[in-house]
């Protein structure tokens, strides 16, 4: 059984880590291999933009490739940073993909041109950026290992964002939606639990903090009036030795 009970938690963790991106990356798989297989168009499933047919586009358009060459280029980065995701944030890397997948969606079919756009690369730009960022305001060392990797391996993908240097075939719109989709989920969600290797280090959230600092000082509170009770009851039975 993959999921022994003798199996370590840190295997245990990769491997639930794996589940959603390779089920995400296999229906890309399937997507193309129906779409050239059947001869089925599927860019309509695109985001055509500001079109109220076109929204459908932003569910769906991460799934659609023109070819193989392309889902090539994608599939491969795509199942990278969203395992790293899901390694990382493993309590809420759903509600992280989720918002950059709608957010990415939105702001193509707000600003983007007159055509079809599709491909996973929107989605990559806003896992590479949500993990830039996390590493920068988040204490974890692995995370920030993670910030210095996405930048030595993905830093270039920074020059397709613009207009004016990506060929024409290129959404640069969905790379900048995806980039600041991801940014805005680093901000979100800043305060979100993240998986150390010792399992025990997570950030916690304002409220959490206040209470966290509320109960210590409870307790330090009530350990120090304790240790002062036992002070003067020491004291007392000393003076009271000394009177007999």
């Known amino acids: 059984?993959?999921?022994?009970s003798s199996m370590s938690a840190e295997r245990r963790r990769l491997f639930h880590a794996l589940i959603i991106p390779s089920l995400l990356s296999l229906v890309m798989l399937l997507t193309l291999v129906l779409q050239i297989g059947m001869g089925w168009n599927f860019y309509r499933f695109g985001v055509y933009p500001?079109?109220?047919?076109?929204?459908?586009?932003?569910?769906?358009?991460?799934?659609?490739?023109?070819?193989?060459?392309?889902l090539a280029n994608n599939l491969p980065a795509f199942f990278v940073l969203s395992t790293a995701l899901y390694?990382?944030?493993?309590?809420?890397?759903?509600?992280?993909?989720?918002?950059?997948?709608?957010?990415?969606?939105?702001l193509l079919w707000i600003i983007g041109r007159e055509s079809y756009h599709i491909g996973a690369s929107s989605i990559i730009y806003g896992l590479?950026?949500?993990?830039?960022?996390?590493?920068?305001?988040?204490?974890?060392?692995?995370?920030?290992?993670?910030?210095?990797?996405?930048?030595?391996?993905?830093?270039?993908?920074?020059?397709d964002m613009f207009p004016f240097l990506p060929n024409e075939t290129v959404s640069w719109e969905g790379h900048l939606s995806g980039a600041i989709a991801g940014?805005?989920?680093a901000f979100f969600f800043r305060r979100a639990k993240v998986y150390h290797s010792d399992d025990e280090e997570i950030t916690l959230s304002d409220d959490e903090d206040d209470e966290a600092l509320t109960q210590l000082a409870m307790k330090y509170g009530l350990?120090?009036?304790?240790?002062?009770?036992?002070?003067?009851?020491?004291?007392?039975?000393?003076?009271?030795v000394s009177q007999l």
Do not use: C
């Not at 993909?97 to 990415?104: A, E, G, P, Y």
């Not at 692995?142 to 910030?147: D, G, Q, R």
């Open 1 to 4: 059984m993959i999921f022994s």
């Open 50 to 70: 500001r079109t109220l047919s076109g929204a459908w586009g932003i569910l769906f358009h991460p799934f659609v490739h023109e070819g193989w060459g392309h």
């Open 87 to 106: 390694y990382f944030y493993h309590v809420d890397a759903n509600r992280i993909l989720i918002i950059i997948w709608l957010i990415t969606g939105v």
């Open 128 to 159: 590479a950026f949500f993990l830039f960022w996390s590493g920068l305001i988040t204490p974890s060392i692995a995370l920030t290992a993670i910030s210095l990797v996405v930048v030595f391996w993905y830093g270039s993908m920074v020059w």
């Open 183 to 185: 940014s805005l989920a």
């Open 223 to 240: 350990e120090e009036e304790t240790a002062k009770e036992e002070n003067d009851d020491s004291q007392d039975d000393e003076f009271s």
